[in-house]
């Protein structure tokens, strides 16, 4: 069982698969959830280092999206812009279990911090 | 070991680029710390007229974010002022008690704004103009107040004033003298602009002297009056007369100071710990105002940061522009002229351009333009470098390219700059080091070229030379790869053997061209998944399974997305035709969901933007009009005229025509986006001349052309055949555009797909070979039938309905959402 810090958030085939959905917690910073094409989940602040756009929406592959703004590639894993772009989104820790998808509550409520808007931790 | 400490004090545009230069030069030399005054990262200043004036915003304009110090191991105290240097324990001490030391100190405390010393000053409502905070203070008085005095005629105070207007307020500039920008205008140049901005709505009070500023009951300020006693309206008044470099800092900790931190030719002050830089810093008795003589400083204070020691500063010309859009105006050096020079003028009022070239001898030495600024970079180096121009002289006012062959256009400009000509001022960047990044880094847009080179990544009005010696360098029309090229760095293929081996090989599935292809990444790119996509499903229409998953997000969510990720909704108005019903339909939802804009196309429908995408399903089933695809690679809309049914001129029923072919064509996806023309008669007042298929109407039947563009570079569509018919305009419309569909490459416009294959080629195949024709025209319909129209069939359409649905959570209580 996970521990009261860990959230259930949805089931893992509730994302599409080289696809994304979005997280909202209430009073906060939307959390883009995205599953790459070999079943991994990634959670990234919904927020691309470039100009804010929604990455969610961007097209996923290999272990990146690429935003859909301007078209960055950002790693699913670090945050990071592929060079050579800089920047960095912050990116939370995800766990899964039978299927279903967790996310840290603390993380959450530091995500919506405004310092994490303009980068990563 | 311990590193050396390296504090900054001032987290703007002269520092920060200070430690942008030394990072590359030795990454690891110090420990480095920056007080910032203001509570963000860096910024670029520059760009708060544009955010004033609505075209950009804070968020764009940051130049090193937070996670840019976090990389490079720099400690940044954002929001703490310094408040005393303590030279002989060589530290540095901030407002709330914070203590740092250092072995090497940078002061790069920029400027103060000046603020007249007459009564009234402490009102509230009365602000300089020189950071975030003042400009979000203007911002918010735009909103609640109506008359906005600026004074100070000069640089600032017009694009304080152009963006307050903008924004909606009664603009008055006061000037005491009686031209506006007299340092780096004259007169002839000065009233152009004032007469210019007047026609924006501007006032001026020329002349003038402020001798108090009025309050109202509250405190703010309501009216300014001059020496002779009027008064004028004022609850927002900006006061743009000059800057101070700002030395209060400096001058306490004892530092040499005169009109600025005095520093020597490598940025030194009195205090060898000590360096100062950018607007703070007095060197040779100049104390500057502009960006690209901070850069220049910032790369020889680096050097000696770096302990290379070899730079010096040896000062720097300085030109000016005006960062208002749509007004042209460049100065450099003596544009006064005088005893012992000449000038050469051109003026053509009417047209608004005035230049005036101002030589001394054989040299340039100063130049004043206004309407037409081209060539004001090659004026610039040849002042800046100090060059012989008499055997050039008679040609000097036409520019560079006079130079050369005549009748050259921009490109030609571009081409002929030689490779050390400054292009971007703000960033010391020429013309050879944008063509050999280009080249290198294979870059193919402006933005690319941006990043790599950081040319016009400043004030912006070199963009339009660096998308020129862009275009150059890669050789004409940049939108179209050479056709031997991969299809992406995912594949050694090209696009059309990834066309033929999903023909021959009949694959139906992404994951099965790849495999078959052999594919170097596991599932591709943004790059070539879609144009996979587009080809399976091209090719096997009833049988690829189209994946919304490699769509690009305006044809996964069906509407275009917006900067802001709201999303704009255009239903179709079949040949722009609409009804009451349509209208209030329209009307209704646009209350109903809020939707903040409505606005009328140039395809003669109506978009809404800034739709939430919770809403896209509810906003399309309340409309009940289908789609527009105005967010797809497919047939956009057809335009139309009124025709033969109203017009005193029409020859043909040019309307019923229209709405036909965009009946027989929408839901017909493409390699790129498809738009249609139909005029009654030769006018052409539906555009046809310019569209991938434009129709127009002669008495005896229908011209049709193919393979024009309006868009980046407008080509004129070309003459395909005349036929008699309705039944024959949809026949070989139809087959045109199959053929485009079945040959052409992803993303390539019908005007880019001629121009590869040939018109006597496509003319081959529709206009001569009648079977072929045909059968073209079937297998399109064959492609047509059934296909649904995302928004009112998206089962069918195989939409991914959960993306409008945010997964909600709360965070209070522990919840378990499952
Ligand atoms: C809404 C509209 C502007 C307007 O308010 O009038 C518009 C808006 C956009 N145009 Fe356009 N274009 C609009 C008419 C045009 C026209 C005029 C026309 O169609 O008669 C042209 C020139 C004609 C042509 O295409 O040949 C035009 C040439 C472009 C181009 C350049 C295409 C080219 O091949 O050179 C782009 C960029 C692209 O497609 O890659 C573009 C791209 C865009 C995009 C999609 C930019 C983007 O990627 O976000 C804009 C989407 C706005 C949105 O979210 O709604 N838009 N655009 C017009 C929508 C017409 C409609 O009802 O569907
Ligand atoms: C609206 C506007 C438009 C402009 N347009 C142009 C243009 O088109 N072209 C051009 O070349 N130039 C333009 N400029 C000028 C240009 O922005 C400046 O020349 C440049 O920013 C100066 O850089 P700097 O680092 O010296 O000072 P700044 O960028 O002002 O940075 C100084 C920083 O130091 C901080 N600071 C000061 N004292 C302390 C302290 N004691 N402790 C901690 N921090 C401190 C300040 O808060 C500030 O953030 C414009 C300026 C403005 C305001
Ligand atoms: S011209 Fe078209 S692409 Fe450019 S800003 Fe206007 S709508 Fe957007
Ligand atoms: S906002 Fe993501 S690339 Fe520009």
């Known amino acids: 069982m996970p521990d009261d810090g860990w959230l259930a958030v949805c089931g893992r085939d509730e994302i599409p698969r080289l696809g994304a959905r979005v997280v909202r917690p209430d009073g906060g910073e939307d959390i883009a959830l995205f599953r790459s094409g070999d079943d991994h989940v990634f959670a990234v602040v919904d927020r691309c280092p470039h100009r804010g756009g929604p990455l969610s929406q961007g097209i996923v592959h290999g272990r990146s999206v690429t935003c859909p703004l301007h078209g960055w590639d950002i790693g699913l894993e670090d945050g990071q812009a592929a060079a050579p772009d800089v920047g960095c989104t912050r990116t939370l820790q995800v766990r899964e279990l039978d299927g279903r998808i967790y996310l840290r509550r603390d993380e959450l409520l530091a995500a919506a911090a405004p310092l994490a808007r303009a980068g990563c931790a | 070991m311990k590193k050396p400490s390296l504090v900054v004090v001032g987290n703007g545009m002269a520092g920060v680029r200070t430690l942008e230069e030394l990072l590359v030069l030795a990454p690891d030399l110090y420990d480095i710390t920056v007080f910032g005054a203001e509570p963000h990262p860096n910024y670029n200043r520059i760009l708060l007229s544009p955010v004033l004036a609505g075209e950009q915003t804070l968020e764009e304009i940051v130049l090193n974010d937070w996670s840019w110090y976090r990389d490079n191991g720099i400690t940044l105290h954002a929001g ?43 009102l509230d409502g009365v602000l300089g103009y020189r950071d975030i905070a003042d400009t979000e203070a203007m911002i918010r008085a735009t909103a609640a107040h109506r008359h906005a005095v600026v004074i100070g005629g000069g640089l600032l105070g017009l694009e304080a004033a152009n963006g307050l207007k903008r924004r909606g307020m009664d603009v008055t500039v006061v000037h005491l003298l009686d031209t506006l920008m007299e340092r780096q205008l004259d007169a002839t140049a000065a009233g152009l602009l004032k007469a210019s901005l007047e026609r924006r709505g501007i006032g001026f009070e020329m002349s003038r002297k402020t001798d108090a500023l009025l309050g109202d009951a509250a405190g703010r300020v309501a009216a300014v009056r001059f020496d002779d006693g009027t008064e004028i309206p004022a609850e927002l008044v900006v006061m743009a007369i000059g800057i101070r470099p700002n030395t209060a800092l400096a001058e306490s900790a004892g530092l040499h100071c005169d009109r600025g931190v005095v520093v020597d030719d490598t940025m030194m002050t009195y205090d060898p710990r000590v360096y100062a830089i950018g607007e703070c810093a007095s060197h040779r008795g100049i104390a500057y105002g502009l960006v690209a003589p901070l850069f220049e400083q910032a790369r020889v204070c680096a050097n000696h940061l770096a302990r290379y020691g070899i730079g010096r500063y040896a000062g720097s010309a300085v030109s000016t522009r005006l960062k208002v859009t749509g007004i042209d105006l460049f100065s450099a050096g003596d544009f006064n002229g005088g005893d012992g020079t000449d000038e050469i003028i051109l003026s053509d009022p009417q047209g608004g351009v005035y230049k005036k070239l101002v030589l001394r001898g054989d040299r340039l030495v100063g130049a004043c333009l206004y309407g037409d600024t081209a060539d004001s970079a090659w004026y610039f180096q040849l002042l800046r470098e100090n060059r012989d121009v008499s055997a050039i002289r008679d040609l000097l006012m036409f520019g560079e390219a006079s130079l050369d062959d005549a009748g050259q256009g921009g490109a030609g400009r571009a081409a002929a700059m030689a490779d050390d000509a400054e292009v971007c001022g703000c960033n010391g960047v020429c013309k050879g080091a944008i063509v050999s990044a280009v080249r290198r880094e294979g870059l193919s847009t402006l933005e690319q070229v941006r990043r790599h080179t950081k040319a016009s990544s400043s004030c912006g009005s070199c963009t339009g030379l660096v998308e020129q010696i862009l275009a150059a360098t890669l050789g004409g029309d940049h939108a179209a790869p050479p056709a031997t090229k991969p299809l992406c760095p995912c594949t050694e293929h090209g696009h059309e053997a990834v066309r033929a081996a999903i023909r021959d090989e009949h694959l139906v599935e992404i994951s099965q061209a790849m495999a078959f292809l052999g594919w170097k990444t596991p599932d591709g790119c943004a790059g070539c998944r879609p144009a996979l996509n587009y080809y399976l499903t091209s090719t096997w229409p009833h049988e690829a399974r189209d994946e919304p998953q490699s769509r690009f997000i305006n044809e996964r969510a069906h509407a275009n997305i917006q900067k802001d990720r709201t999303y704009s909704v255009v239903p179709r108005m079949w040949g722009g035709t609409t009804s009451a019903a349509e209208l209030r339909r329209i009307a209704d939802v646009v209350d109903r969901y809020r939707i903040p804009a409505v606005k009328v196309t140039g395809g003669q429908r109506i978009d809404l933007l800034g739709v939430k995408k919770e809403d896209l399903e509810a906003v399309w089933r309340d409309l009940d009009m289908p789609s527009g695809h105005a967010y797809a690679k497919a047939l956009r809309t057809v335009k139309t005229c009124v025709g033969s049914e109203w017009c005193r001129f029409g020859t043909q029923d040019s309307t019923r025509m229209g709405v036909e072919l965009e009946r027989a064509l929408w839901r017909m996806y493409a390699p790129h986006k498809v738009k249609l023309a139909v005029s009654g008669c030769p006018r052409n007042c539906a555009e046809s001349g310019i569209k991938d298929v434009g129709v127009i109407g002669v008495e005896s039947g229908w011209e049709i052309h193919v393979a024009g563009n309006g868009g980046i570079r407008t080509e004129v569509a070309q003459f395909f055949c005349k036929v008699a018919t309705h039944e024959e305009v949809l026949e070989h419309a139809g087959a045109f555009l199959q053929l485009y569909r079945e040959e052409g490459h992803y993303l390539e416009r019908t005007v880019h797909f001629v121009a590869r294959v040939g018109l006597d080629y496509c003319k081959r195949r529709v206009v001569e070979d009648a079977d072929g024709r045909r059968a073209l025209h079937a297998r399109l319909q064959d492609a047509l039938r ?15 309905r959960r993306q409008f649905q945010p997964i909600p959570i709360a965070l209070e209580e522990v919840t378990d959402a499952g």
Do not use: M
Not at chain 2, 91 to 107: C, K, Q
């Open chain 2, 786 to 800: 059934d296909a649904p129209d995302p928004w009112h069939q998206p089962e069918a359409a195989r939409v991914d």
């Open chain 2, 80 to 122: 703490r002022e310094v408040v005393r240097i303590d030279r002989a324990r060589r530290e540095v001490i901030a407002a709330d008690g914070t203590r740092v030391g250092y072995d090497r100190l940078l002061l790069a405390t920029g400027s103060n704004p000046f603020l007249l010393p007459i009564p009234g000053r402490d």
